[in-house]
Nanobody, 129 residues
């Protein structure tokens, strides 16, 4: 069982920045592949970014590449999503997710929802124009 708790969401003007955090508990955090997803009103949940257990491998959705950065601190059981140059279309509920598979020895980090085993409750990010 893995429990995930997101924080850091809020209201920000276009062009601004936010940093989301997700604290994990219940399992060895350093063995987890972690991801961020988001769901805008009336839309399906979509992939944002993912990071391998070591932090060495990262993968981003095209829509956020160059603006968002995913990172992790295994000593703090925390994964982060630094969001810069925010746009109104980034408005969504952001979810943290954990994949129990480590993918050790590969560069692969999954973007598919079905790969992730545990999900947080989400944190709202609203970007005003």
């Amino acid at each position: 069982q893995v429990r995930l708790a997101e924080s850091g969401g809020g209201l920000v003007q276009a062009g601004g920045s936010l940093r989301l955090s997700c604290v994990a508990s219940g399992r060895t955090f350093s063995s987890l592949t972690m991801g961020w997803f988001r769901q805008a009103p009336g839309k399906e949940r979509e992939f944002v970014a993912a990071i391998s257990w070591s932090g060495m491998n990262k993968y981003y959705a095209v829509s956020v590449k160059g603006r968002f950065t995913i990172s992790r601190d295994n000593a703090k059981n925390t994964v982060y999503l630094q969001m810069n140059s925010l746009k109104p279309e980034d408005t969504a509920v952001y979810y943290c997710a954990a994949d129990l598979i480590t993918y050790s020895g590969t560069y692969y980090v999954p973007e598919e929802e079905y790969a992730y085993d545990y999900w947080g409750q989400g944190t709202q990010v609203t970007v005003s124009s």
